[in-house]
């Protein structure tokens, strides 16, 4: 600790009047829950549009009470949107910015993280960003209707929404960047006395690669949508081939662009970002996998090199999006041989969070079945885009329901799963109350189904060809005619997994205010700092009455010959003792 | 509670937490300019003729970007930049001795020389404003002026930034206590680091776009 004056917002909470509290505040945990809170909004919303899509292929033309049938336009206007804010304002704000802003700091023992007031500044960037997305649904013709992958050259001649669109992406990338710069400090200068990188719990691994994903593969992008907005204010024609038609005629424009070069810089975001998606749910599992088997992390070490090497490899793998391009088979074969070697991390740390349940006395609470459920449904996704990795494969499967089966089960019952875990585990330090156990596992099971529901039969809907992004769902396609019947099947599956959420939901508000209150500080019996030496619920700024000092590793739980079955970071044992203790630290 | 290296280096990693996050930062500027250089390189390889057709009154095929861009106006706003940078430093050399009235000094050339480099840019641009070529006129302009645009906007953040410290940011140095004087110190050297990018980005753009 250094000299200095003393902020006077320290632990004087109470003093500051609302909005300097809650919404301009520096506090990590306070950014932490407005990023939570806004993200699931923003979650829930992208569901909503989802469901209106849904009804609309299940019964095409039939009218939606209070809105009307759904039109060509809105439909892909609710598609396009769909994407980007499951993706952009869902699911990287809950999974970075709300369970990264929160945990991380008090995980590594850190009293806030390194640049409080860019921490606020990130989440009003992505807040604004997500305004300027929503109000793209009231700007003339409506929203982007390009899909969440905004391909010119239709999204250069695309109208007004799709410049909204982009707009808002520049906020939010802005927000990202901000967010991976400071994660990337805070992990590295404020660590805790002791606290080696070897020390670090998993998830804040995690987060660390995650971090510099979003830091080096969002900012091509970024460059990519300049391109695309003097496109279409400008009148440039980067994106434009030469000799353009568009339904109003001959496009006035120089042409000699390259639709292609917008994939290439797109997907070399958007494949680093599937990482951005999967990493730090795979982080939230491994705690709580650990926590509730009441055994070490199987293969820490292993499952940090691999989480390493992935975040390296991400970065060369994009193409594999762009095989039908026509980009070269020379090429196709390069991308193929680095997407075949990248699912070896990735089955590495599932491997090795399976290894971890064995012979572990298994504590059955939500948050853990949600972990579990997440590891089957993240094997499924996982498995399915091996297919999408080669070349012969993946043309024929391409730009089909196959393709949303499959990355719907890595994000919808691999990543959201894991998210909701994360709710459930740590809900508990952050209010000082638990959620109630029977609405969680209705809320469990009742989504497991549902997802499975309305996911499985797409990978059967693309096997014949059925493509996505119709309208009316295949009906007008003789080849879809075998598997048409599906779409009821989804549909309604949707509206279950929606009626679902609302035992979370109630559980949700239900147990800030009434939820039975913890009974200690270590609600869960944890090994890593944020439960065993910060104090439930939280202080105000600062995080620790003192600042811990780290020992060991993180996951020392059943250390032979100690007297509980769990060892926090910050209590010194000497690991050296017994054998079978060496070997956990080893 | 305070946040822990603010100003002095963790001992273990060797640099403080602003340092740090500057050059990650900067890392993800390289990406940004990497990605628009890298798009260039894309589009110039695909064109059947570069720079392409231009109107000179009538439509010619340019065959080289000296028939179009002014390599001398360029060359010499390169040399400011290197002089901009060049006193840059020296205002954070006179912080680390102590020198405050030369660092007013060295600032502020800083901030001019700035500020002469947009003009010069502005004269460039008014000139082909006058010819009516635009950046839609074709792919080789595009790139010109969005590239070159783009490193106006990241010289006009510089400027904004070194404004600042020249202004209302001496009042941390002005405090007086030696900690205080060492932040300010940093930010300088910060802000310095961003500058010599910015720097360093032009240094990319004027061979690439003016002279092959």
């Known amino acids: ?586 | 509670m305070q946040i822990p290296y603010e100003v002095k280096a963790r001992p273990d990693t060797g640099v403080n937490n602003a340092k740090l996050g500057i050059w990650l930062f900067l890392a993800s500027e390289v990406m940004l300019f990497g990605g628009l250089f890298a798009a260039y390189v894309f589009l110039r390889i695909g064109a059947d003729a570069w720079p392409g057709m231009m109107m000179y009154g009538e439509e010619t095929m340019a065959e080289r970007a000296d028939q179009i861009l002014n390599v001398p106006l360029a060359f010499v706003n390169t040399m400011i930049l290197i002089a901009s940078s060049v006193t840059m430093v020296m205002a954070w050399a006179s912080l680390k001795m102590d020198r405050f009235d030369r660092y007013k000094l060295y600032m502020g050339l800083t901030i001019l020389l700035a500020l002469g480099f947009l003009v010069v840019k502005g004269f460039e641009y008014g000139d082909k404003f006058d010819h009516h070529w635009y950046a839609s006129t074709n792919n080789f302009l595009g790139v010109y002026f969005v590239l070159t645009g783009l490193h106006a906007i990241h010289v006009t953040g510089g400027i904004l930034v070194n404004a600042y410290f020249w202004g209302p940011g001496t009042k941390m140095w002005k405090r007086g206590t030696a900690r205080d004087k060492a932040h300010f110190t940093n930010r300088i050297e910060v802000a310095g680091l961003y500058w010599h990018f910015v720097d360093l980005v032009w240094i990319f753009l004027f061979p690439t776009i003016y002279l092959i």
């Not at chain 1, 948050?367 to 080669?390: E, S």
């Open chain 1, 1 to 586: 600790m250094e000299e200095g004056h003393s902020h006077s917002d320290a632990h004087s909470a109470h003093k500051e009047g609302f909005w300097r509290r809650y919404w301009f505040s520096t506090d990590h945990k306070v950014i932490g829950l407005q990023y939570g809170f806004t993200a699931l909004l923003f979650l829930l919303f992208g569901f909503g549009l989802m469901l209106l899509m849904r009804w609309q292929l299940a019964s095409p033309g039939v009218e939606i009470p209070l809105l009307g049938a759904l039109t060509p336009e809105m439909y892909n206007q609710f598609g396009a949107m769909h994407g980007t804010i499951m993706v952009f304002l869902g699911i990287v704000p809950l999974a970075v910015g709300a369970f990264g802003n929160y945990v991380v700091p008090l995980q590594i023992g850190a009293p806030d993280m390194a640049f409080p007031r860019l921490n606020m500044a990130s989440y009003h960037f992505y807040f604004w960003g997500g305004v300027v997305m929503l109000s793209s649904f009231f700007v003339p013709e409506g929203a982007a209707k390009a899909g969440w992958t905004s391909y010119p050259p239709l999204a250069d001649i695309e109208t007004m929404g799709q410049t909204m669109w982009l707009w808002g992406m520049v906020l939010l990338i802005t927000s990202s960047l901000l967010g991976a710069v400071n994660f990337i400090v805070t992990i590295i200068q404020l660590r805790a006395e002791g606290m080696t990188f070897f020390r670090l719990p998993f998830f804040v691994w995690a987060q660390f690669i995650t971090a510099f994903l979003l830091l080096l593969a969002f900012p091509p992008l970024e460059a990519a949508g300049f391109l695309q907005l003097a496109d279409r204010l400008l009148d440039t024609s980067f994106f434009l081939p030469s000799g353009l038609v568009t339904a109003d005629g001959p496009l006035e424009v120089a042409g000699g662009g390259s639709p292609l070069l917008w994939q290439h810089l797109f997907w070399f975001l958007a494949h680093p970002e599937v990482y951005v998606l999967i990493l730090p749910a795979m982080g939230i599992v491994s705690e709580i996998l650990a926590n509730n088997t009441r055994k070490p992390l199987w293969g820490y070490r292993l499952m940090v090199w691999s989480v390493i090497f992935l975040g390296f490899f991400s970065f060369i793998v994009w193409a594999h999006h762009m095989f039908i391009t026509g980009m070269g088979t020379t090429i196709s074969a390069f991308f193929q041989i680095t997407t075949m070697i990248i699912s070896i991390p990735s089955v590495v740390i599932l491997s090795a969070l399976m290894i971890t349940l064995f012979g572990g006395s298994i504590r059955f609470n939500t948050a853990m079945w949600f972990a579990l459920g997440f590891l089957p449904m993240f094997g499924i996704g996982g498995l399915t885009g091996l297919p999408l990795g080669l070349a012969p494969t993946d043309i024929p499967l391409h730009d089909t329901y196959y393709v949303i089966g499959h990355f719907h089960y890595v994000v919808a019952p691999g990543t959201i799963f894991a998210l909701f875990a994360g709710i459930y585990y740590w809900f508990p330090k952050v209010t000082g109350r638990t959620m109630n156990e029977t609405l969680g596992r209705i809320h469990f099971w009742g989504s497991l189904v549902a997802m499975n529901g309305i996911f499985f039969p797409m990978l059967i809907q693309g096997m014949p060809g059925v493509s996505r992004r119709l309208f009316d769902g295949g009906l007008t396609y003789s080849f879809a005619e075998g598997v048409m019947h599906y779409n009821v099947v989804m549909s309604v599956s949707a509206f279950i997994l929606l009626l679902f959420q609302l035992p979370f939901i109630i559980n949700f508000f239900m147990s800030i205010k009434r939820g039975k209150k913890v009974e200690k500080s270590n609600h869960w019996e944890s090994t890593t700092l944020e439960w065993s030496a910060a104090p439930t619920p939280p202080i105000g700024h600062g995080n620790f009455a003192t600042i811990p000092t780290v020992y060991h590793g993180p996951y020392e739980y059943s250390v032979p010959g100690y007297e509980s079955d769990y060892c926090p970071q910050e209590v010194p044992i000497d690991l050296s003792t017994s054998d079978t203790a060496k070997s956990v630290e080893s």
